[in-house]
C-alpha cells in the first residue's frame, strides 16, 4: 500500500509539473504585411501600451523552420508548435493575406493555428510565416504589467492537492509506526 501511494503521488506530482499555459490571441489583422510599425499600431489600438523601446522584431520563420537564436516552429499546414528563448512578448501568425496576433508574455513555446485566418477564397489558409516581437515593459489593456507570472486557479489547486497527499502520506507513516 505504501508504494502504491508513493507512485501516487508521484504521478501527481508529475501531472502538476506538465501544466501548459497558452497564448492569449488578441485579434486578427486584414493587412498582408506583418511589417512593426503595422503591428505597434494594432496593438496600441486594442489598447496596449508599449515599452520605451516600443515594438522590436525578434525573428521570422517561414514554415517550418528552425531561425537563429534558438527560435523554432513545426507546421502541418494549418496548425503546430512553436518555440522560443525567453523574452518574447508577441507572435504574429501570417496567412493568407491576414494575420493573427498573440501576447505570449514570456512563455517560451506554445502551439499556434491559422483557424482564424481567411485567404480570398474564404478559406483557411497553411502558414506563412511566424513572427517573434518583444516591447519590454509593455502594459496590456486594463494595466498591470504584461509579462508578469500569475497562477492560474488550477495551478495553485494542484500544488494544494499535492501538498495534501505528501501531508496525508506523512501521518500515515507516523501513524502505522506508533500502531506497531
Not at 486584414?30 to 522590436?56: A, H, M, P, R
Amino acid at each position: 500500500m505504501k508504494k502504491k501511494m508513493i507512485w501516487l503521488s508521484a504521478a501527481f506530482l508529475i501531472l502538476l509539473m506538465t501544466g501548459s499555459v497558452n497564448a492569449s490571441y488578441i485579434g486578427t489583422v486584414d493587412e498582408n504585411k506583418d511589417k512593426t510599425n503595422n503591428v505597434s499600431d494594432y496593438l496600441i489600438e486594442q489598447g496596449y501600451t508599449l515599452g520605451e523601446t516600443g515594438l522590436e522584431g525578434l525573428t521570422k520563420i517561414d514554415a517550418p523552420g528552425t531561425g537563429s537564436g534558438g527560435f523554432t516552429i513545426t507546421n502541418n499546414g494549418t496548425s503546430g508548435t512553436w518555440s522560443a528563448p525567453a523574452g518574447v512578448d508577441f507572435i504574429t501568425v501570417k496567412g493568407g493575406t491576414q494575420y493573427a496576433v498573440y501576447e505570449v508574455g514570456g512563455l517560451t513555446s506554445g502551439v499556434w493555428t491559422t483557424e482564424m485566418l481567411l485567404n480570398n477564397g474564404g478559406n483557411v489558409p497553411d502558414l506563412s510565416h511566424i513572427s517573434f516581437w518583444k516591447s519590454p515593459g509593455y502594459t496590456p489593456p486594463g494595466g498591470g504589467g504584461g509579462s508578469s507570472a500569475v497562477p492560474e486557479p488550477t495551478t495553485m489547486a494542484l500544488l494544494f492537492g499535492g501538498l495534501g497527499i505528501l501531508g496525508y502520506n506523512k501521518f500515515r507513516n507516523r501513524f502505522a509506526r506508533k500502531k506497531d
